[in-house]
């Protein structure tokens, strides 16, 4: 029973990622309004029962492969805390671009197509409204304006940049750009970002006083 239950669940798996990607050229090809389920389903090569077990129409498509995304980074933040994110964001941009290596090719063709830049700023919008929310607590009020200007500007280059390297105009690896990402985010930190930072990193250094004494 087990064995079949697994087999069942890797068919789907593997059903729903033949949807994905042919939804995914099909973008690349027409707009959204005009892709259809019979376009999908001849695409991927599988029944139409197998689509609507999955999926409603096209926009529940769409809307499934959004909200998927804006999970994982929700859960991404989660995992590391949003306020280590934004004192140094290595961790994360190492994560989330190794992440998309795996799939770059399938990746690439949400971004390049017809809604790819609508997918692009509910992504950044995201992120923002986390980062938002986190700094408010984390930064007097005076700066909060400096550091929201910084975050919209450095934000909007690791779109660029990610987008390039999904077009393969990078490349380098998952691991090369999200040093290169991070070494950019630092050097253009505002001082207080810099500060915190700095004093957040002590913290987690271990007590070398306490340790000689013992």
Known sequence: MAAIKKSSHK????????????????????DINKITVTDIV???????????????????LYAAIQTNMI????????????????????EAMT??????????????????SSNGERLQSRIIGRLEDNFTAELKEMI??????????????????????????????????????????????TNVRPAIIKRLAEENAKRLLPNTENASEN
């Open 42 to 60: 001849d695409r991927a090569n599988i029944s139409r029962g197998t689509f609507y077990a999955h999926y409603l129409d096209v926009y529940d």
């Open 95 to 112: 994560r989330a671009l190794t992440f998309l290596e795996k799939n770059k090719d399938y990746y690439r063709l949400f971004v390049t």
């Open 11 to 30: 068919n789907a798996t593997r059903s729903r990622m033949l949807i994905k990607t042919a939804f995914a050229e099909l973008l690349n090809e027409k």
């Open 71 to 90: 999970e994982a980074i929700d859960e991404l933040l989660d995992e590391l805390g949003t306020k280590n994110v934004i004192l140094d964001p290595t």
């Open 140 to 185: 007097p009020a005076e700066d909060f304006n400096d550091v929201m200007c910084y975050l919209a500007f450095i934000l909007g280059g690791i779109q660029t940049v990610t987008v390039h390297w999904l077009e393969n105009r990078l490349p380098v690896s998952a691991q090369t750009l999200a040093a290169h990402l991070s070494d950019a985010y």
